[in-house]
């Protein structure tokens, strides 16, 4: 079973900066792609960025130059770098990890931005 668990959140101005991490366990083994989803209140959750074990990384159009997924081998802590923020941002930020084939995520962590 795999398991992920979310931190960093938290309360910041609108210019501010955040880093989320994704601290991962349990067995693993192939790890396809490791990506960020955020939900804002009454809003569908929408893809923030991903990371393919193969191919290139993406992010939503609404986050590029600004925010940065990123990963430690040593340990497969995935984070995301967020700069820049605005208010449109605050959400409920999900880390997701498909390892072989399965789909797993983490329970969320808050982020609001005040303007």
């Known amino acids: 079973q795999v398991q992920l668990v979310e931190s960093g959140g938290g309360l910041v101005q609108a210019g501010g900066s955040l880093r989320l991490s994704c601290a991962v366990s349990?067995?693993?083994?192939?790890?396809?792609?490791r990506a960020w989803h955020r939900q804002a209140p009454g809003k569908q959750r929408e893809l923030v960025a991903v990371?393919?074990?193969?191919?290139?990384?993406h992010y939503a159009d609404s986050v590029k130059g600004r925010f940065t997924i990123s990963r430690d081998n040593a340990d497969n802590t995935v984070y995301l770098q967020m700069n820049d923020l605005k208010p449109e941002d605050t959400a409920i930020y999900y880390c997701?990890?498909?390892?072989?084939?399965?789909?797993?995520w983490g329970q969320g962590t808050q982020v609001t931005v005040s303007s």
């Open positions: 997701m990890m498909v390892v072989r084939g399965l789909v797993y």
């Open positions: 990371m393919p074990s193969v191919g290139d990384t």
């Open positions: 349990g067995r693993i083994s192939v790890i396809n792609a």
